[in-house]
Nanobody, 123 residues
């Protein structure tokens, strides 16, 4: 029984930084690509970033390139999203997700999802 638990969401000001965390249990972490998704009001859930086990393949959606960094700590079965220069349009519920194939994550598929954590950016 896999479990993904996000934390770190908060209400922040535009321009601030924030780190989201995802604690993973109940699966073999090395077998999974991991990713972050977000769903903003009035929008579909969208892929933010994905990372393979060794970090040799990393993907970012265009809107976050240069501002967000996805990191995984394989010794802790943890996934992180470092967010800098937050903008109003980054406001969303952020979800951690896992799939054995990173390409499937980018298209919105996941074998496992977390419950999400709210990030709200105000001006």
């Amino acid at each position: 029984q896999a479990q993904l638990v996000e934390s770190g969401g908060a209400l922040v000001q535009a321009g601030d930084s924030l780190r989201l965390s995802c604690a993973v249990s109940g699966l073999t972490f090395s077998n999974y690509a991991m990713g972050w998704f977000r769903q903003a009001p009035g929008k579909d859930r969208a892929c933010v970033a994905t990372i393979t086990y060794y970090g040799d393949s990393i993907y970012y959606t265009d809107s976050v390139k240069g501002r967000f960094t996805i990191v995984r700590d394989n010794t802790k079965n943890a996934l992180y999203l470092h967010m800098n220069g937050l903008k109003l349009e980054d406001t969303a519920v952020y979800y951690c997700a896992a799939h054995r194939t990173s390409l499937r994550l980018r298209t919105g598929d996941a074998e496992y999802w977390g419950q999400g954590t709210q990030v709200t950016v105000s001006s």
